[in-house]
Protein backbone atom coordinates (compact mmCIF):
# COMPACT_ATOMS: atom_id res chain seq x y z
CA UNK A 1 0.00 0.00 0.00
CA UNK A 2 1.24 3.67 -0.95
CA UNK A 3 0.66 6.48 1.48
CA UNK A 4 0.34 9.90 0.33
CA UNK A 5 2.11 12.45 3.07
CA UNK A 6 -1.66 13.48 3.11
CA UNK A 7 -2.44 10.08 4.32
CA UNK A 8 0.10 10.05 6.57
CA UNK A 9 -0.42 13.31 8.47
CA UNK A 10 -4.22 11.54 8.94
CA UNK A 11 -2.48 8.61 10.48
CA UNK A 12 -0.42 10.48 12.99
CA UNK A 13 -3.36 12.67 14.00
CA UNK A 14 -5.25 9.36 15.00
CA UNK A 15 -2.31 7.83 16.07
CA UNK A 16 -1.65 10.47 18.92
CA UNK A 17 -5.43 10.57 19.53
CA UNK A 18 -4.81 7.04 20.72
CA UNK A 19 -1.89 8.11 22.97
CA UNK A 20 -3.21 11.02 24.15
CA UNK A 21 -5.92 9.25 25.79
CA UNK A 22 -3.61 6.58 27.39
CA UNK A 23 -1.79 8.65 28.89
CA UNK A 24 -4.78 10.43 30.53
CA UNK A 25 -5.39 7.53 32.13
CA UNK A 26 -1.98 6.83 32.95
CA UNK A 27 -2.21 10.30 35.00
CA UNK A 28 -5.31 9.58 36.52
CA UNK A 29 -3.81 6.45 37.96
CA UNK A 30 -0.74 8.43 39.35
CA UNK A 31 -3.52 10.89 41.03
CA UNK A 32 -4.99 7.64 42.78
CA UNK A 33 -1.87 6.92 43.88
CA UNK A 34 -0.82 10.03 44.80
CA UNK A 35 -3.91 10.79 47.37
CA UNK A 36 -3.62 6.66 48.11
CA UNK A 37 0.07 7.56 49.66
CA UNK A 38 -1.43 10.90 51.27
CA UNK A 39 -5.00 11.30 52.40
CA UNK A 40 -7.09 8.47 51.61
CA UNK A 41 -8.57 6.83 54.11
CA UNK A 42 -6.99 3.58 55.05
CA UNK A 43 -10.92 2.15 54.87
CA UNK A 44 -10.53 2.56 50.95
CA UNK A 45 -7.71 0.23 50.21
CA UNK A 46 -9.63 -2.46 48.59
CA UNK A 47 -11.83 -0.11 46.39
CA UNK A 48 -8.63 2.04 45.38
CA UNK A 49 -6.87 -1.23 44.59
CA UNK A 50 -9.51 -1.95 42.44
CA UNK A 51 -9.42 1.48 40.88
CA UNK A 52 -6.37 0.93 40.13
CA UNK A 53 -6.30 -2.21 38.32
CA UNK A 54 -9.03 -0.92 36.06
CA UNK A 55 -7.06 1.50 34.97
CA UNK A 56 -4.37 -0.49 34.62
CA UNK A 57 -6.29 -2.97 32.58
CA UNK A 58 -7.87 -0.22 30.12
CA UNK A 59 -3.99 0.65 29.55
CA UNK A 60 -3.22 -2.55 28.69
CA UNK A 61 -5.73 -3.34 26.50
CA UNK A 62 -5.74 0.23 24.55
CA UNK A 63 -1.77 -0.95 23.91
CA UNK A 64 -3.37 -3.89 22.38
CA UNK A 65 -6.00 -2.27 20.14
CA UNK A 66 -5.82 -3.47 16.65
CA UNK A 67 -6.10 0.14 15.50
CA UNK A 68 -2.90 0.93 16.91
CA UNK A 69 -1.11 -1.89 15.60
CA UNK A 70 -2.82 -0.38 12.42
CA UNK A 71 -1.46 3.05 12.77
CA UNK A 72 1.96 1.84 13.42
CA UNK A 73 2.20 -0.55 10.27
CA UNK A 74 0.63 2.42 8.08
CA UNK A 75 3.25 4.57 9.82
CA UNK A 76 7.00 4.24 8.32
CA UNK A 77 9.46 5.50 10.66
CA UNK A 78 11.69 5.78 7.80
CA UNK A 79 9.27 8.40 6.43
CA UNK A 80 10.49 10.70 8.96
CA UNK A 81 13.75 12.59 10.36
CA UNK A 82 15.77 10.22 12.58
CA UNK A 83 15.94 13.07 15.10
CA UNK A 84 12.20 14.14 15.11
CA UNK A 85 9.80 14.13 17.75
CA UNK A 86 7.35 12.12 15.43
CA UNK A 87 10.12 9.58 14.63
CA UNK A 88 11.00 9.36 18.75
CA UNK A 89 7.30 8.82 19.57
CA UNK A 90 6.95 5.76 16.85
CA UNK A 91 10.09 4.27 18.37
CA UNK A 92 8.51 4.48 21.98
CA UNK A 93 5.08 3.18 21.19
CA UNK A 94 6.38 -0.08 19.18
CA UNK A 95 8.96 -0.76 21.61
CA UNK A 96 5.69 -0.39 24.74
CA UNK A 97 3.27 -1.87 22.30
CA UNK A 98 5.53 -5.21 21.64
CA UNK A 99 6.15 -5.14 25.86
CA UNK A 100 2.65 -5.53 26.11
CA UNK A 101 2.47 -8.19 23.66
CA UNK A 102 5.46 -10.09 25.09
CA UNK A 103 3.25 -10.58 28.14
CA UNK A 104 0.86 -13.14 28.30
CA UNK A 105 -2.34 -11.44 30.32
CA UNK A 106 -2.82 -14.72 32.19
CA UNK A 107 0.38 -14.12 33.72
CA UNK A 108 0.52 -10.33 33.80
CA UNK A 109 -2.81 -11.15 36.60
CA UNK A 110 -0.94 -13.79 38.96
CA UNK A 111 2.09 -11.58 39.04
CA UNK A 112 0.31 -8.46 40.02
CA UNK A 113 -1.51 -10.83 42.61
CA UNK A 114 1.25 -12.43 43.56
CA UNK A 115 2.92 -8.65 44.29
CA UNK A 116 0.55 -7.24 45.95
CA UNK A 117 0.71 -10.48 48.16
CA UNK A 118 4.29 -10.21 48.91
CA UNK A 119 4.30 -6.49 50.05
CA UNK A 120 1.80 -7.46 52.43
CA UNK A 121 3.80 -10.74 53.52
CA UNK A 122 6.73 -8.92 53.61
CA UNK A 123 6.03 -6.00 55.72
CA UNK A 124 4.59 -8.25 58.36
CA UNK A 125 8.16 -10.48 58.18
CA UNK A 126 9.98 -6.90 58.53
CA UNK A 127 7.73 -5.90 61.65
CA UNK A 128 8.41 -9.56 63.36
CA UNK A 129 12.06 -9.54 61.93
CA UNK A 130 11.39 -12.61 60.52
CA UNK A 131 12.89 -13.51 57.22
CA UNK A 132 11.60 -17.20 57.34
CA UNK A 133 7.87 -15.99 57.31
CA UNK A 134 8.92 -13.77 53.52
CA UNK A 135 11.11 -16.86 52.41
CA UNK A 136 8.46 -18.75 50.55
CA UNK A 137 6.92 -15.81 49.19
CA UNK A 138 10.27 -14.65 47.69
CA UNK A 139 11.00 -18.01 45.98
CA UNK A 140 7.77 -17.09 44.08
CA UNK A 141 8.49 -13.87 43.22
CA UNK A 142 12.05 -14.70 41.95
CA UNK A 143 10.18 -17.68 40.14
CA UNK A 144 8.10 -15.28 38.39
CA UNK A 145 10.96 -12.46 37.66
CA UNK A 146 12.32 -15.19 35.97
CA UNK A 147 9.66 -15.94 33.59
CA UNK A 148 8.49 -12.54 33.24
CA UNK A 149 12.45 -12.41 31.79
CA UNK A 150 12.06 -15.39 29.45
CA UNK A 151 8.83 -13.86 28.38
CA UNK A 152 10.91 -10.25 27.40
CA UNK A 153 13.91 -12.22 26.05
CA UNK A 154 17.08 -11.47 26.78
CA UNK A 155 20.60 -12.56 25.03
CA UNK A 156 23.10 -12.94 28.04
CA UNK A 157 21.12 -13.20 31.39
CA UNK A 158 18.04 -12.82 32.48
CA UNK A 159 18.93 -10.40 34.41
CA UNK A 160 19.14 -7.88 31.91
CA UNK A 161 15.90 -7.98 30.81
CA UNK A 162 14.50 -7.21 34.15
CA UNK A 163 16.99 -3.87 34.69
CA UNK A 164 16.31 -3.17 30.70
CA UNK A 165 12.77 -2.15 32.04
CA UNK A 166 14.14 0.22 34.36
CA UNK A 167 17.45 1.29 32.50
CA UNK A 168 17.08 0.75 29.12
CA UNK A 169 20.48 -0.47 26.87
CA UNK A 170 22.18 -0.94 30.43
CA UNK A 171 23.36 -4.77 31.01
CA UNK A 172 24.96 -6.76 33.59
CA UNK A 173 27.57 -7.00 31.45
CA UNK A 174 27.84 -2.97 31.94
CA UNK A 175 26.77 -2.91 35.54
CA UNK A 176 30.27 -5.56 36.68
CA UNK A 177 32.52 -3.89 36.06
CA UNK A 178 31.33 -0.37 37.26
CA UNK A 179 30.57 -1.81 40.61
CA UNK A 180 34.04 -3.54 40.98
CA UNK A 181 35.87 -0.34 40.10
CA UNK A 182 33.29 1.61 42.55
CA UNK A 183 34.42 -1.51 45.15
CA UNK A 184 38.24 -1.32 44.98
CA UNK A 185 38.18 2.48 45.21
CA UNK A 186 35.42 3.20 47.76
CA UNK A 187 36.23 0.21 50.40
CA UNK A 188 39.94 1.80 51.11
CA UNK A 189 38.25 4.81 51.18
CA UNK A 190 35.85 4.18 54.05
CA UNK A 191 38.43 2.48 55.84
CA UNK A 192 40.77 4.98 55.56
CA UNK A 193 38.50 7.33 56.99
CA UNK A 194 37.62 5.16 59.78
CA UNK A 195 40.73 4.37 60.71
CA UNK A 196 42.66 7.54 59.98
CA UNK A 197 39.80 10.50 59.72
CA UNK A 198 38.95 13.40 62.39
CA UNK A 199 36.15 12.60 64.43
CA UNK A 200 33.56 14.60 63.34
CA UNK A 201 30.47 15.46 65.75
CA UNK A 202 26.60 14.91 63.88
CA UNK A 203 25.04 16.56 67.56
CA UNK A 204 24.13 19.73 65.71
CA UNK A 205 22.25 17.96 63.34
CA UNK A 206 20.54 15.92 66.14
CA UNK A 207 18.40 18.90 68.14
CA UNK A 208 15.24 19.23 68.32
CA UNK A 209 13.81 21.10 65.18
CA UNK A 210 10.46 22.04 64.78
CA UNK A 211 8.44 20.43 61.75
CA UNK A 212 6.54 23.56 60.63
CA UNK A 213 9.93 25.68 60.40
CA UNK A 214 11.79 22.67 58.65
CA UNK A 215 8.62 22.67 56.01
CA UNK A 216 9.19 26.42 55.39
CA UNK A 217 13.42 26.19 55.33
CA UNK A 218 12.41 23.21 52.84
CA UNK A 219 10.15 25.43 50.58
CA UNK A 220 12.45 28.20 50.18
CA UNK A 221 15.73 25.96 49.55
CA UNK A 222 13.61 24.05 46.43
CA UNK A 223 12.04 27.03 45.24
CA UNK A 224 15.27 28.73 44.85
CA UNK A 225 16.32 25.76 42.85
CA UNK A 226 14.00 26.07 40.86
CA UNK A 227 11.04 23.40 42.07
CA UNK A 228 7.68 25.09 40.66
CA UNK A 229 5.14 24.95 43.24
CA UNK A 230 2.41 26.78 40.79
CA UNK A 231 2.51 23.58 39.29
CA UNK A 232 3.48 21.32 42.27
CA UNK A 233 3.00 20.71 46.08
CA UNK A 234 4.30 19.46 49.07
CA UNK A 235 2.70 16.68 51.50
CA UNK A 236 3.78 14.43 54.40
CA UNK A 237 3.88 10.57 53.91
CA UNK A 238 5.94 7.80 55.41
CA UNK A 239 7.68 6.96 52.39
CA UNK A 240 8.72 9.89 50.24
CA UNK A 241 8.63 10.21 46.89
CA UNK A 242 7.77 12.60 43.64
CA UNK A 243 5.01 11.65 41.38
CA UNK A 244 3.68 13.24 37.87
CA UNK A 245 0.36 13.36 37.30
CA UNK A 246 1.45 15.45 34.51
CA UNK A 247 4.06 17.57 33.55
CA UNK A 248 1.61 20.55 35.32
CA UNK A 249 1.47 18.91 38.34
CA UNK A 250 4.12 17.36 40.24
CA UNK A 251 4.13 16.79 43.34
CA UNK A 252 6.75 15.44 45.76
CA UNK A 253 6.54 14.20 49.85
CA UNK A 254 8.49 14.51 52.83
CA UNK A 255 9.19 13.36 56.01
CA UNK A 256 10.19 15.38 59.28
CA UNK A 257 11.86 13.79 62.07
CA UNK A 258 11.24 16.04 65.13
CA UNK A 259 15.13 15.18 66.10
CA UNK A 260 17.72 15.23 63.15
CA UNK A 261 17.23 17.68 60.72
CA UNK A 262 18.40 15.63 57.57
CA UNK A 263 16.20 12.89 56.12
CA UNK A 264 13.50 16.06 55.57
CA UNK A 265 16.01 18.80 54.83
CA UNK A 266 17.92 16.11 51.57
CA UNK A 267 14.57 14.17 51.08
CA UNK A 268 12.64 16.93 49.83
CA UNK A 269 15.98 18.64 48.01
CA UNK A 270 16.02 14.84 46.75
CA UNK A 271 12.18 14.54 45.60
CA UNK A 272 12.60 18.32 44.35
CA UNK A 273 15.39 17.21 42.23
CA UNK A 274 12.98 14.39 40.22
CA UNK A 275 10.13 16.47 39.79
CA UNK A 276 12.24 19.42 38.30
CA UNK A 277 13.28 16.82 35.81
CA UNK A 278 9.45 16.08 35.47
CA UNK A 279 8.39 19.74 35.39
CA UNK A 280 10.53 20.44 32.22
CA UNK A 281 8.98 18.42 29.65
CA UNK A 282 8.19 21.10 26.98
CA UNK A 283 4.41 21.83 25.83
CA UNK A 284 4.59 19.73 22.28
CA UNK A 285 5.07 16.83 24.68
CA UNK A 286 2.15 16.64 26.58
CA UNK A 287 -0.37 13.86 26.46
CA UNK A 288 2.52 11.85 24.33
CA UNK A 289 4.76 8.92 25.58
CA UNK A 290 7.28 11.33 25.44
CA UNK A 291 6.81 13.28 28.23
CA UNK A 292 8.91 12.71 31.63
CA UNK A 293 11.88 11.15 32.48
CA UNK A 294 13.22 8.83 30.59
CA UNK A 295 14.68 6.24 33.11
CA UNK A 296 15.36 5.55 36.99
CA UNK A 297 19.04 6.21 36.52
CA UNK A 298 18.84 9.66 35.07
CA UNK A 299 16.03 10.55 37.11
CA UNK A 300 18.25 9.75 39.69
CA UNK A 301 20.67 11.27 38.71
CA UNK A 302 19.01 14.46 38.53
CA UNK A 303 17.22 14.09 42.49
CA UNK A 304 20.84 13.33 43.53
CA UNK A 305 22.35 16.40 42.28
CA UNK A 306 20.02 18.64 43.68
CA UNK A 307 20.59 16.45 47.26
CA UNK A 308 24.17 15.82 47.47
CA UNK A 309 26.24 17.99 44.65
CA UNK A 310 24.28 20.90 45.54
CA UNK A 311 22.80 20.33 49.06
CA UNK A 312 25.25 18.45 50.75
CA UNK A 313 28.50 21.22 49.11
CA UNK A 314 29.66 23.85 51.33
CA UNK A 315 29.26 26.41 48.14
CA UNK A 316 25.46 26.07 48.61
CA UNK A 317 25.75 26.44 52.84
CA UNK A 318 28.22 29.39 52.28
CA UNK A 319 24.82 31.17 51.10
CA UNK A 320 21.90 29.24 53.02
CA UNK A 321 23.69 28.57 56.39
CA UNK A 322 23.17 31.83 57.89
CA UNK A 323 19.17 31.66 56.91
CA UNK A 324 19.18 28.42 58.73
CA UNK A 325 20.70 29.69 61.50
CA UNK A 326 18.34 32.52 61.07
CA UNK A 327 15.40 30.23 61.05
CA UNK A 328 16.92 27.64 64.02
CA UNK A 329 18.72 30.39 66.35
CA UNK A 330 20.12 27.05 68.03
CA UNK A 331 22.74 26.70 65.21
CA UNK A 332 24.14 29.70 66.01
CA UNK A 333 26.85 28.50 68.31
CA UNK A 334 27.96 25.83 65.61
CA UNK A 335 30.13 26.89 62.70
CA UNK A 336 29.75 26.50 58.84
CA UNK A 337 32.54 24.28 58.77
CA UNK A 338 31.13 22.48 61.39
CA UNK A 339 27.41 22.56 60.13
CA UNK A 340 28.99 21.05 56.96
CA UNK A 341 31.11 18.05 58.27
CA UNK A 342 27.81 16.55 60.17
CA UNK A 343 26.02 16.87 57.24
CA UNK A 344 28.49 14.65 55.69
CA UNK A 345 29.70 12.75 58.17
CA UNK A 346 30.79 9.12 56.65
CA UNK A 347 29.86 5.98 58.56
CA UNK A 348 29.16 2.12 57.52
CA UNK A 349 25.66 1.67 58.80
CA UNK A 350 22.98 -1.18 58.43
CA UNK A 351 20.38 1.00 56.31
CA UNK A 352 20.81 2.15 52.76
CA UNK A 353 18.71 4.68 52.43
CA UNK A 354 20.26 6.57 55.96
CA UNK A 355 23.67 5.95 54.09
CA UNK A 356 26.45 8.44 53.33
CA UNK A 357 27.47 9.57 49.78
CA UNK A 358 30.14 6.85 50.06
CA UNK A 359 28.56 3.99 51.54
CA UNK A 360 25.32 4.43 49.83
CA UNK A 361 27.12 2.44 46.61
CA UNK A 362 28.04 -0.41 48.65
CA UNK A 363 24.71 -1.61 50.07
CA UNK A 364 23.53 -0.99 46.46
CA UNK A 365 26.41 -3.53 44.94
CA UNK A 366 25.16 -5.89 48.19
CA UNK A 367 21.29 -6.57 46.63
CA UNK A 368 22.58 -6.64 43.02
CA UNK A 369 25.30 -8.89 43.45
CA UNK A 370 22.26 -10.60 45.44
CA UNK A 371 19.40 -10.57 43.32
CA UNK A 372 21.72 -11.43 40.68
CA UNK A 373 22.81 -15.04 42.67
CA UNK A 374 19.13 -15.76 43.40
CA UNK A 375 18.18 -15.11 39.59
CA UNK A 376 20.98 -17.68 38.26
CA UNK A 377 20.05 -20.15 41.27
CA UNK A 378 23.35 -20.09 42.12
CA UNK A 379 21.61 -18.90 46.18
CA UNK A 380 19.08 -20.43 47.67
CA UNK A 381 16.41 -17.54 48.75
CA UNK A 382 16.64 -19.40 51.98
CA UNK A 383 20.48 -18.78 52.24
CA UNK A 384 19.55 -15.13 51.67
CA UNK A 385 20.09 -13.68 55.51
CA UNK A 386 23.49 -15.30 55.93
CA UNK A 387 24.83 -14.25 52.55
CA UNK A 388 23.54 -10.57 52.91
CA UNK A 389 25.25 -10.64 56.45
CA UNK A 390 28.46 -12.13 54.89
CA UNK A 391 28.34 -9.38 52.47
CA UNK A 392 27.69 -6.46 55.13
CA UNK A 393 30.66 -7.80 57.09
CA UNK A 394 33.08 -7.92 53.88
CA UNK A 395 31.81 -4.87 51.92
CA UNK A 396 30.90 -1.93 55.15
CA UNK A 397 32.64 -4.25 57.92
CA UNK A 398 29.22 -4.73 59.70
CA UNK A 399 26.70 -7.08 60.42
CA UNK A 400 23.04 -6.72 60.97
CA UNK A 401 22.12 -7.78 64.49
CA UNK A 402 18.46 -8.73 62.72
CA UNK A 403 16.75 -9.45 59.06
CA UNK A 404 14.64 -6.08 59.85
CA UNK A 405 17.44 -3.90 59.05
CA UNK A 406 19.09 -6.88 57.36
CA UNK A 407 17.98 -8.23 53.77
CA UNK A 408 14.07 -7.30 54.72
CA UNK A 409 14.90 -3.54 54.81
CA UNK A 410 14.35 -2.85 51.40
CA UNK A 411 10.45 -3.09 49.78
CA UNK A 412 11.53 -3.91 46.22
CA UNK A 413 11.79 -7.37 46.03
CA UNK A 414 8.44 -7.58 47.91
CA UNK A 415 7.08 -6.64 44.62
CA UNK A 416 9.35 -8.82 42.50
CA UNK A 417 11.22 -6.02 41.20
CA UNK A 418 14.57 -7.41 40.58
CA UNK A 419 16.94 -5.25 38.54
CA UNK A 420 16.23 -2.30 39.48
CA UNK A 421 18.41 -1.46 43.01
CA UNK A 422 21.58 -0.33 40.11
CA UNK A 423 19.88 2.70 38.99
CA UNK A 424 20.30 4.03 41.99
CA UNK A 425 24.03 3.89 41.95
CA UNK A 426 24.00 5.01 37.57
CA UNK A 427 21.80 7.80 39.11
CA UNK A 428 25.21 8.84 41.72
CA UNK A 429 27.92 8.18 39.12
CA UNK A 430 25.65 10.15 36.26
CA UNK A 431 24.54 12.76 38.62
CA UNK A 432 28.51 14.15 38.82
CA UNK A 433 29.46 13.55 34.27
CA UNK A 434 26.74 15.98 34.20
CA UNK A 435 27.52 18.31 36.93
CA UNK A 436 31.45 18.54 35.18
CA UNK A 437 29.60 19.29 31.98
CA UNK A 438 27.58 22.02 33.31
CA UNK A 439 30.67 23.27 34.75
CA UNK A 440 32.38 22.95 32.17
CA UNK A 441 30.22 25.08 30.21
CA UNK A 442 30.05 27.70 33.10
CA UNK A 443 32.85 27.49 34.78
CA UNK A 444 32.02 30.28 37.35
CA UNK A 445 28.70 27.45 38.49
CA UNK A 446 30.24 26.87 42.02
CA UNK A 447 31.05 30.85 42.49
CA UNK A 448 27.28 31.10 41.47
CA UNK A 449 25.91 28.60 43.92
CA UNK A 450 27.84 30.15 47.15
CA UNK A 451 26.34 33.42 45.79
CA UNK A 452 22.71 31.55 45.92
CA UNK A 453 22.09 31.53 42.37
CA UNK A 454 21.27 28.58 40.91
CA UNK A 455 19.60 29.58 37.46
CA UNK A 456 22.73 28.63 35.29
CA UNK A 457 22.58 25.47 36.83
CA UNK A 458 19.40 24.83 36.40
CA UNK A 459 18.70 26.53 32.80
CA UNK A 460 21.73 23.75 31.95
CA UNK A 461 20.08 20.81 33.18
CA UNK A 462 17.05 22.11 31.03
CA UNK A 463 18.37 22.36 27.93
CA UNK A 464 20.40 19.35 28.19
CA UNK A 465 17.78 16.46 30.05
CA UNK A 466 14.68 18.04 30.98
CA UNK A 467 13.58 19.04 27.93
CA UNK A 468 14.07 15.85 26.12
CA UNK A 469 11.58 14.17 27.98
CA UNK A 470 11.97 10.14 26.89
CA UNK A 471 12.81 11.03 23.09
CA UNK A 472 16.63 9.62 23.81
CA UNK A 473 17.50 6.45 25.45
CA UNK A 474 19.04 7.17 28.76
CA UNK A 475 23.31 6.61 27.16
CA UNK A 476 22.12 9.00 24.22
CA UNK A 477 21.19 11.40 26.69
CA UNK A 478 23.93 11.27 28.39
CA UNK A 479 26.42 11.07 25.26
CA UNK A 480 24.80 14.39 23.81
CA UNK A 481 24.81 16.07 27.04
CA UNK A 482 28.19 15.59 28.28
CA UNK A 483 30.08 14.17 25.18
CA UNK A 484 31.19 11.02 27.31
CA UNK A 485 29.68 7.48 27.70
CA UNK A 486 28.76 6.39 31.37
CA UNK A 487 31.95 6.11 33.50
CA UNK A 488 32.48 5.90 37.35
CA UNK A 489 35.62 7.54 37.11
CA UNK A 490 34.46 11.45 37.50
CA UNK A 491 32.24 10.54 40.36
CA UNK A 492 35.32 8.33 41.86
CA UNK A 493 37.05 11.39 41.83
CA UNK A 494 34.47 13.48 43.39
CA UNK A 495 34.26 11.38 46.75
CA UNK A 496 37.64 11.20 47.12
CA UNK A 497 38.70 14.99 46.86
CA UNK A 498 35.56 15.72 48.55
CA UNK A 499 36.16 13.28 51.78
CA UNK A 500 40.02 13.17 51.76
CA UNK A 501 39.56 16.93 52.34
CA UNK A 502 36.62 16.65 54.71
CA UNK A 503 38.76 13.80 56.88
CA UNK A 504 41.96 15.35 56.47
CA UNK A 505 43.40 12.03 55.22
ZN1 LIG B 1 15.16 9.04 44.07
Request: aromatic fraction near 10%; proline fraction near 5%; hydrophobic fraction near 35%.
Amino acid sequence: MTTTPTDRQDTLAKLKKHLATTSDLEQIGALLNWDQNTYMPAGAATARGQQMATLGRLVHERRLEPSLTDYLDELDARSFDEDSDDAALLRVTRRDVAMARKIPSDFLEEFTRLQSEGQHVWAKARADADFSQFAPTLKKLVDYARRQADYLGYDDHPYDALHDLYERGSSVAKLRPMFARLREVSVPLVRDIVEKGRDIDVAPVQQSFDESKQEQFGVEAVSAFGYDFTRGRIDRTVHPFATDISQYDVRITTRYQPNFLNPALFGTMHEAGHAMYEQGSPDRFYRTPLAGGVSLGIHESQSRLWENLVGRSRAYWQHAYPRLQEVFPQLEATSLDDFYAAINKVEPSFIRVEADEITYNLHVMVRFELELAMLEGSLDVDDLPDAWNAKYEEYLGVTPPDDAIGCLQDIHWSFGALGYFPTYTLGNVISVQLFDAAKAAHPSLEDDIAAGNFTPLFTWLRENVHQHGKKYDPDVLLKKATGRDLDPQPYLDYLDRKFRSLYGI
